[in-house]
């Protein structure tokens, strides 16, 4: 697939949709940039308006306003068969009356492509995803996992330049989907075609992405690189959705948010803020060094999880906290006295909003 | 426990009594048919083959013979195409699915009497009384509503995402039609094209009423037959049609079952 090794860029420019019989927009005027060939997630809880944009780009549901533009052109206006996009469903959605191979071929008769080479790019398409054996199965014979794997094939055969993605592993249990990741991150960089990923487990979003678009009500909260959006989440909202998070809320003024039981060392501008440290972040004990912040609590509860451990605690501000920690620093107890410190460059801080309470 | 086995003992008893009764009237015209004498004495005390011989070549049982073949198989094709685009009607529409359901099988519930009256009466205006239209059209009335119940069923259990993947993979809503709803939807439109077919096949209420001497069908001709003359010819007549519906219903049967096997 050589002279496709460039994906579309898909930009999406005001983008609106009100559906019938309600008020408030499921999709508020947003603006998105996917660049040719990069994997963009759509991440953001039920509801959040990210299925509704990847709809709108398959062409299945009408926009209220607002362009769609596939390499510069609008499409917004196409029906879904013209547009020449892949495209997998969380329910795989492979035509039951057909076997494997005829499913794959189906695009490729559809754009009147001769049966040579039918045959052929068939049975490469079917290689790629490692069910050249199975082509003569029925889906029904298929287990879940070679059913999408049937169904992405059939995505990529016709060679679109963007291939969108719906919850492709919603419906998967969990050492299918860790096995299905792998095989869309290297089909992925394969074809070095544009991936637009919809999910909301952020576990996935993490491992996959090169971008993510954090959806919430309608919005887009924050879009940048996993590393971007965990490091230095820009909402409260964010942090939380993403990982876990340890959370203050109070007052900075001159570098010191003002939590009205502590007085915590921080970056950020004046004002109602909401401090996020991340619980690898936090270690039990304090070294004294005076680049830290320190909190004095009671262990609540210590989870071991091999790696790592999760231990729970409760701020003397009566606040919960979590720490992780490695297996082998030193070990605590549930009911312990404990220091919890954390490097002040570590902490990031967030301007509150009046919407940013949270609830995941 | 001993009171439920019993309980089900008798229920078989019950079943298999009901079943009788329902089956041996209809099955004693088979050995009447083979008589070898001209009447209708039960049993017969001499077999033959005659009434099939007067049957197949007398020309007015041939002709309804024939005009009831050619008028099911036209009735078929038309209301399957009908009830079928009327199912996807009643099932993908958002408003007024349940009003259009209703008026779409309510030939099964308006008596047959009453139907065949009010086409008697349209019909007479329009000079469609005896008439190949006319038959054609009072029979898809009446074989309509199989279809539409037929393929409602199976087309209320069809993923739609299916047709949002054809879409994505470059098929217009008629190609998506023809290669994939419609071929996973067949065993539905089968079963009730062919219980269409047996509708059109073995009805006589409204068609005593829409006939002509000079078109009849094979029932209206058993129905003179049997009130204007004696002749043992109706009894292989009678098998035939028996034959010909309980094979076309074996065959819906065996459409249906094919269903779940996919």
Partial sequence: ?360 | MTGSTKLRRILTVFAVLIAIWLVVPVLIVIPISFSGENSFAFPPSSWGVGHYVTFFTEQSWLTSLLVSLQLAVIVTLIATVLGTMAAFAIVRATRGSGAMERFFTAPLIVPGIVIAVALYVAFLQWGLIGTATGFIAAHTVLSLPFVVVNVANVLRGYDRTLDRAAAMLGASPWTTFRTVTLPIIRPGVLSGALFAFVTSFDEVVVSLFVQSPQLQTLPVRMFTSITNEVDPTIAAASTVVLVVSTLVLGMASLTRRSKTNV
């Fill in chain 1, 1 to 360: 697939m050589s002279d496709n090794t460039t994906g579309a860029s898909i930009e999406v420019a005001g983008l609106t949709k009100v559906f019938k019989n309600t008020t408030r927009p499921a999709v508020d005027a947003i603006d998105l940039d996917v660049r040719p060939g990069e994997f963009m997630t759509l991440l953001g809880p039920s509801g959040s308006g990210k299925t509704t944009v990847l709809n709108m780009i398959a062409g299945f549901e009408d926009v209220t306003e607002g362009r769609i533009l596939l390499d510069g052109q609008d499409i917004a206006q196409r029906p879904p068969y013209k547009r020449n996009l892949g495209m997998v469903f969380q329910d795989y959605a492979l035509f039951p009356h057909m076997t494997a191979a005829e499913n794959v071929a189906f695009p490729l008769q559809r754009r009147k492509i001769g049966r040579e080479e039918t045959t052929r790019r068939v049975a490469e398409a079917l290689d790629v995803v490692r069910l050249g054996q199975h082509g003569d199965r029925l889906p029904s014979q298929l287990s879940g996992g070679q059913q999408q794997r049937v169904a992405l094939a059939r995505a990529i055969v016709f060679r679109p330049r963007a291939l969108l993605l719906d919850e492709p592993l919603g419906a998967l249990d969990k050492r299918l989907r860790d096995s299905l990741q792998l095989e869309i991150s290297r089909l992925h960089s394969e074809l070095g075609i544009t991936f637009v990923f919809v999910t909301h487990d952020q576990e996935e979003a993490l491992a996959l992405s090169d971008r993510i678009a954090v959806f919430r009500d309608g919005h887009i909260e924050q879009v940048g690189t996993p590393t971007d959006l965990y490091e230095t989440p820009a909402s409260h909202f964010v942090a939380t959705f993403l990982g876990d998070s340890n959370v203050f809320t109070g007052t900075v003024r001159d570098g010191v948010l003002d939590t009205g039981e502590s007085e915590l060392r921080c970056s950020g501008p004046d004002g109602p803020s909401t401090l996020i440290v991340r619980p690898e972040r936090m270690t039990i004990g304090h070294n004294g060094s005076s680049g830290q912040n320190r909190l004095t609590g009671t262990v609540t509860d210590v989870v071991y999880q091999g790696a790592f451990r999760r231990i729970h605690v409760r701020f003397d501000s009566g606040r919960p906290g979590m720490i992780r920690d490695g297996t082998d620093a030193p070990s605590v107890t549930a009911g312990e006295r404990v220091d919890v410190s954390w490097d002040v460059a570590h902490g990031v801080v967030v301007a509150d909003r009046d919407d940013a309470v949270v609830t995941t």
